[in-house]
């Protein structure tokens, strides 16, 4: 999940954790959000349970090293928990997306499949 706030530095670890809580708690138990049918009417919750839970998480994954994090889960189908969820390069998140989807390696080698 990308935070939605372009105005939010992700080097900033404290305000960029509180915003994606807030943005991950709406999305997952808010049913007037946009985003609700695809996280929380699909029964994905949000476990954790102060912003500061996602700051262990920043400071684990280097967020401050990436150029546009993305908040990513293991499981899919899973909840957004800190065993289940990680911090990535979005650019490297496509990768992976179009390498599934498409059967595409984007990096110039030979896809395997």
């Known amino acids: 999940m990308k935070l939605t706030n372009r105005k939010c530095d992700s080097k900033d670890k404290k305000k ?9 708690r709406r999305y997952c ?5 946009l985003l609700f049918p695809i996280y929380g ?13 996602l ?15 993305f908040l990513a889960r293991k499981d899919d189908a ?5 065993e289940n969820c990680y911090f990535i390069d979005s650019k490297i998140t496509v990768q992976k997306f179009v390498n599934n989807v498409y059967g595409w390696d984007t990096s110039g080698k ?3 499949c």
């Open 55 to 69: 700051e262990e998480l920043y400071t684990r994954d280097h967020v401050d090293q990436m150029i546009e994090p």
């Open 29 to 33: 138990h808010t049913p007037v959000s």
């Open 41 to 53: 009417g699909m029964g994905v919750r949000c476990e954790f349970r102060k912003a500061t839970d």
């Open 110 to 112: 030979e896809a395997l």
């Open 16 to 24: 960029y954790s509180i915003l994606l809580y807030r943005q991950l």
């Open 78 to 82: 899973g909840n957004f928990s800190r």
